[in-house]
């Protein structure tokens, strides 16, 4: 038998299935379907950047009681045989013919009765990894039997962290953190934005990061217009302030945070905005506990920044983390989510310098029955100045 | 008015737009509806990591004539100012009252007249991103305007790439080609292939890299088992053979192709079966020209391999490139597709060793009229030895 790759122990995966499935009997659902990389790696353990190609579907289906059914291309088997599951079915993919919707149609029908109800995430942040026509010709396969909305199954079950998953995120942040106290080395004035960013990415691998998923950032007078970009190559310029995002991986498991870099002396502006996010930041972590919910966390971050000054900006001021680089709840003022110990969370306070030009802030908790606990090196109070 | 951040001239997105537009008039589709991070960036330019956070939905219509509308998260709106796209309308996201669907809504029915149909891609090797509850109460609210698929029309013309999109495919192609010509300096026997990986990453990204989405690979004697695996602990050994692939990105366009090693001497088996490999790869690109079929070209690669002894592995042997690591059509026995000129492929024969062990080998081409011109370097024609 091949050597197994698992990440967690074959007890975590059985407990994350337990939980989906007293979720899934709440909701009356039969079964679950899967197709997205976060919610078939954290079912089954399976790990693999080949998601990057959108040629095949994967399948994983969470039966009502037993252990969870791949469904999945001949080429994914041999690394699927080393996760947890002992149900593997195959085809071979790509296939116009019919590309895995017949064997997934009849898994289905095995598992789960006719008047039974099958589980899709539909709603907020979801998205179904299959060609759509393909999705309408596996209704009509399954009928009488009926999807339906499996989102917030999944969403209860995944936004609760087990230990072991709070350790793989505190373990990319450390590593992370490490990569930030890097960046004076090479985010010099002159060196253009896109070799900072390919410097930095290096210096995330060079830490331990397995691959560096998302880097975000920019740099300008008075802070930055957008944070979404990718780079260009436009040179740092004394009294820019540098910003950079990342969400670099390690065994599955995301970091989302960012830092800012004075490069030499920056305007009392940008000072006074970065110390407004950090202060509300701050209060913040002192203040957040389960039973708020997440807007009342958005209204006490944008009541510290306005306190101190600072307009807040952007719609929303963190969200969910762990297997994907955002997870829900959102912090905004419309998400009621009520927030639970185990939760992992981004708080993402923006502020505006002036008009068109905003500084983001950005920290990794955990939060415990008491309170939160940091999982991402604190960004120093004062922004730091670079080659002044 | 910001600095225009676009990879080409607004005239190449005109093109392209029009050429969309031919195709959809051919179809009868009144708009096309795209949601994916390729075919967004195909249309407008629009390039981003952040298509990584799944929170927020992106849309962009093309109307029958006319330039293409942005329906965006605001937080996209100063990145999406920089393309050539004028008409670009915000929402703030995610909001779980109306994420978008409402602007959307309007947006094709001030487009598209009551009678017609708006093309969305809904077949092979695609995914429609957004939520599907949020697709069904769409298509409620364009009604009696009805979808239609429109995968045909996007894949006719993103299969032909301009002169430009070559251009792009041939430069990652050359920066990933220098970076394996490093792996000798750190590919060594004891180096555990994690290490290797990583390695392999800073040294894409230090030869010109702006990020890298994907890497897999496997070591081990006679070949390995599979070809997606992210790595592993296990240190390379003498008698291995070591695969790596990779998709690494410039300026939005993807390479693939990978590259064998062999760490010391290594069986007689692997030094055939990559002769072979290479040979028939040989053949093949003195015989590949538009005319052919997909599903020809595979044929060609598997008899190639058994006249010489080996026998073919993997469901398809090759696949489309571009913005994305794997692009239609498939070298397989069931794809039909007509090979064009402008069409950028990948070779991949894999051939068993023994069983449960492969080999696999892959280079990039464009086609022309007169037949391939290899865009990656070429591989030895002598599997390379590390640290003998």
């Given at each position: 038998?091949?050597?197994?790759?698992?990440?967690?122990?074959?007890?975590?995966?059985?407990?994350?299935?337990?939980?989906?499935?007293?979720?899934?009997?709440?909701?009356?659902?039969?079964?679950?379907?899967?197709?997205?990389?976060?919610?078939?790696?954290?079912?089954?353990?399976?790990?693999?950047?080949?998601?990057?190609?959108p040629?095949?579907?994967?399948?994983?289906?969470?039966?009502?009681?037993?252990?969870?059914?791949?469904?999945?291309?001949?080429?994914?088997?041999?690394?699927?045989?080393?996760?947890?599951?002992?149900?593997?079915?195959?085809?071979?993919?790509?296939?116009?013919?019919?590309?895995?919707?017949?064997?997934?149609?009849?898994?289905?029908?095995?598992?789960?009765?006719?008047?039974?109800r099958?589980?899709?995430?539909?709603?907020?942040?979801?998205?179904?990894?299959?060609?759509?026509?393909?999705?309408?010709?596996?209704?009509?396969?399954?009928?009488?039997?009926?999807f339906?909305?499996?989102?917030?199954?999944?969403?209860?079950?995944?936004?609760?962290?087990?230990?072991?998953?709070?350790?793989?995120?505190?373990?990319?942040?450390?590593?992370?953190?490490?990569?930030?106290?890097?960046?004076?080395?090479?985010?010099?004035?002159?060196?253009?934005?896109?070799?900072?960013?390919?410097?930095?990415?290096?210096a995330c691998?060079?830490?331990g990061?397995?691959?560096?998923?998302?880097?975000?950032?920019?740099?300008?007078?008075?802070?930055?217009?957008?944070?979404?970009?990718?780079?260009?190559a436009?040179?740092?310029t004394?009294?820019?302030?540098?910003?950079?995002?990342?969400?670099?991986?390690?065994?599955?498991?995301?970091?989302?945070?960012?830092?800012?870099?004075?490069?030499?002396?920056?305007?009392?502006a940008?000072?006074?905005?970065h110390?407004?996010?950090?202060?509300?930041?701050?209060?913040?972590?002192?203040?957040?506990?389960?039973?708020?919910?997440?807007?009342?966390?958005?209204?006490?971050?944008?009541?510290?920044?306005?306190?101190?000054?600072?307009?807040?900006?952007?719609?929303?001021?963190?969200?969910?983390?762990?297997l994907a680089?955002?997870?829900?709840?959102?912090?905004?003022?419309?998400?009621?989510?009520?927030?639970?110990?185990?939760?992992?969370?981004?708080?993402?306070?923006?502020?505006?310098?002036?008009?068109?030009?905003?500084?983001?802030?950005?920290e990794?908790?955990?939060?415990?029955?008491?309170?939160?606990?940091?999982?991402?090196?604190?960004?120093?109070?004062?922004?730091?100045e670079?080659?002044?």
């Amino acid at each position: 038998m091949a050597e197994r790759s698992m990440i967690f122990p074959a007890a975590e995966f059985r407990d994350r299935t337990a939980r989906l499935q007293a979720a899934m009997a709440g909701a009356g659902l039969g079964a679950l379907l899967l197709t997205s990389a976060a919610d078939i790696f954290y079912v089954t353990g399976f790990l693999t950047r080949f998601w990057e190609s959108p040629a095949r579907p994967w399948f994983v289906v969470v039966p009502a009681a037993g252990a969870p059914v791949a469904v999945i291309p001949e080429i994914g088997a041999a690394l699927m045989r080393r996760t947890w599951l002992s149900d593997i079915r195959t085809w071979e993919a790509p296939d116009p013919r019919d590309d895995g919707i017949g064997l997934l149609a009849e898994t289905l029908c095995g598992l789960v009765p006719e008047r039974g109800r099958i589980g899709l995430p539909m709603g907020p942040e979801t998205a179904l990894r299959m060609p759509l026509a393909d999705h309408d010709a596996l209704g009509r396969r399954i009928a009488p039997r009926l999807f339906a909305d499996a989102t917030a199954c999944l969403r209860r079950v995944r936004e609760i962290k087990s230990g072991a998953e709070i350790a793989r995120v505190r373990a990319i942040c450390a590593i992370t953190g490490r990569a930030f106290d890097r960046v004076p080395e090479f985010a010099r004035p002159g060196c253009p934005l896109e070799a900072v960013f390919r410097a930095f990415q290096i210096a995330c691998l060079s830490e331990g990061a397995d691959w560096v998923s998302y880097v975000a950032g920019a740099a300008g007078p008075d802070g930055y217009a957008d944070v979404i970009s990718p780079a260009d190559a436009r040179p740092l310029t004394g009294g820019d302030v540098l910003m950079l995002d990342t969400g670099a991986v390690r065994e599955g498991y995301f970091c989302d945070f960012d830092r800012n870099f004075a490069i030499g002396p920056v305007s009392e502006a940008v000072r006074r905005t970065h110390g407004a996010l950090w202060e509300a930041t701050e209060q913040v972590l002192g203040a957040i506990r389960p039973g708020l919910r997440a807007c009342d966390v958005h209204r006490m971050l944008c009541e510290a920044l306005q306190r101190r000054g600072a307009e807040p900006a952007g719609g929303r001021l963190g969200h969910g983390l762990g297997l994907a680089l955002t997870e829900w709840p959102s912090l905004s003022a419309l998400d009621e989510t009520p927030l639970r110990a185990g939760m992992v969370l981004t708080l993402e306070p923006g502020a505006v310098v002036r008009p068109g030009r905003l500084l983001v802030h950005e920290e990794v908790v955990v939060l415990h029955e008491t309170g939160a606990e940091l999982l991402s090196p604190r960004a120093p109070s004062e922004l730091p100045e670079i080659g002044g």
